[in-house]
């Protein structure tokens, strides 16, 4: 299966996996393979790319649960995407429909800017 040989090296390899979650009936059948591949492209983004070795990934909010970075695309995509969610300030809605509080908003929106294609 070509989710499972991809790997990260450059930012070209990181293209073809966002084009892949355009498909939702794709999403849903492959969806732990899918979450896997995020956090391989975000581990390989922040350590290699970023130098940066002290960040838990997947990410975390305060009271320690892991942010579903899957789940986070999938919402903001639906919801027109980065631009469209930030110029209509819906970076609070996107936190609740993910089961956070309100004021984790903020935190949403960087973990997508981080993980997405703004």
Request: net charge negative.
């Amino acid at each position: 299966m070509i989710i499972r040989a991809m790997e990260f090296h450059d930012f070209t390899d990181c293209k073809s996996l966002p084009e892949m979650m355009e498909d939702n009936k794709f999403v849903f059948k492959y969806k732990h393979e899918l979450e896997r591949k995020i956090e391989e492209m975000l581990t390989w983004f922040i350590t290699v790319k970023l130098g940066i070795t002290t960040r838990p990934i997947p990410p975390h909010v305060v009271d320690n649960k892991s942010v579903d970075l899957l789940c986070l695309y999938m919402v903001v995509e639906r919801d027109g995407g980065y631009q469209s969610v930030t110029d209509n300030n819906m970076w609070p809605m996107i936190a609740k429909d993910m089961g956070y509080e309100y004021h984790d908003c903020e935190f949403m929106r960087i973990i997508y800017v981080i993980n997405g294609d703004r």
